[in-house]
Every structure is written in C-alpha cells, then in structure tokens.
C-alpha cells in the first residue's frame, strides 16, 4: 500500500513562509502520479491548493494562492509547497494528493496523506 506523509506543517506570522513536503513510499509510484495539494479550514469542505503534472512540467493554482505559494517535485519521490506571504486565512490542514492527471477537483486523486496542520497569525 503506496503512502503519502506530508511534513513541514506549523505556526507561522502572516507574512512569514512555510514548506510542505509529502514523500511517497514507493519512488516508482510517484514517478507516474501528479500530485496535489489541497487544504481544509475549520468547517470548510476540503478546496484546491495547486497540483503539478507527472513530468513537473505543467502546474496549476487556485486563483487564491497564486503569486505567493509554488509547487515542486524532485526525481525522487517528494512534492513541495512553498508557501510566501502567508495570510491568516491559509491556516488548514494541508493535505497532498496523488492521481493520474492533475486535476483540481479531489475526486482525481487515489491516494491521500495523512495532512499538516497549518496555522498563520495575525
């Protein structure tokens, strides 16, 4: 069973960065998944952060972290989200995705990690 563990996940100023990590287990699966990030806010439904297509060459963003946070993928078996000028209002629980195309909506994925709390202070 492939696994997803995200990391990188804490307590930031707004204006401050964070980035997130989620490594694979298995460096064959990634190398055929894109992947994605999404978020969930305390009594929201679970939205789009940014995705990445298998080869990293194709991203996507919602329209609300674009210019500020930036997805990236090794060779190996990690996707990053570097996360800029943070806003109280990025606090969630960050989840990463894995699914054959990079899509924004989460019924795309197959496989999710376990997500990492992210939280911005005013």
């Known amino acids: 069973q492939v696994q997803l563990v995200e990391s990188g996940g804490g307590l930031v100023q707004a204006g401050g960065s964070l980035r997130l990590s989620c490594a694979a287990s298995?460096?064959?699966?990634?190398?055929?998944?894109?992947m994605g990030w999404f978020r969930q806010a305390p009594g929201k439904e679970r939205e789009f952060v940014a995705a990445i297509s298998r080869s990293g060459g194709t991203t996507y963003y919602s329209d609300s972290v674009k210019g500020r946070f930036t997805i990236s993928r090794d060779n190996a078996n990690t996707v990053y989200l570097q996360m800029n000028s943070l806003k109280p209002e990025d606090t969630a629980v960050y989840y990463c995705g894995a699914g054959r195309i990079a899509l924004r909506s989460e019924t795309s994925y197959d496989y999710w990690g376990q997500g990492t709390q992210v939280t911005v202070s005013s």
């Open positions: 298995e460096r064959t699966f990634f190398s055929n998944y894109a």
